[in-house]
């Protein structure tokens, strides 16, 4: 059983940076995908940034450049450094983790998730 636990959140003014953090256990799956989704009140998740288990990422068009996801394997950690944030990067965050053939940010694939992180990015 996959279990993913999110940390790191808070509140940032704009232009200032957060890095989030989740610790994740039992992922045996010999390629999987690791990814950072968010989302707001009455709206549909979006998949921010993605990474499988060769190490290829994916992102978002509205984060590229300022934001960075990474997997220390040791730790079994995963992270994204989030550089540059804005308002609109304001929800809540989750990580989510599933048996993957390719790197992908599609939420419909992933079928571990944690509780989620809050993120509020002031003006």
């Known amino acids: 059983q996959v279990q993913l636990v999110e940390s790191g959140g808070g509140s940032v003014q704009a232009g200032g940076s957060l890095r989030l953090s989740c610790q994740y256990s039992?992922?045996?799956?010999?390629?999987?995908?690791l990814g950072w989704f968010r989302q707001a009140p009455g709206k549909e998740r979006e998949g921010v940034a993605a990474i499988d288990s060769d190490g290829d990422a994916s992102y978002v068009e509205s984060v590229k450049g300022r934001f960075t996801i990474s997997n220390d394997n040791a730790k079994n950690t995963l992270y994204l450094q989030m550089n540059s944030l804005k308002p609109e990067d304001s929800d809540m965050y989750y990580c989510a983790a599933d048996r993957c053939y390719g790197v992908t940010t599609l939420a419909g694939i992933y079928g571990n998730w944690g509780q989620g992180t809050q993120v509020t990015v002031s003006s």
């Open positions: 039992g992922l045996t799956y010999r390629s999987y995908c």
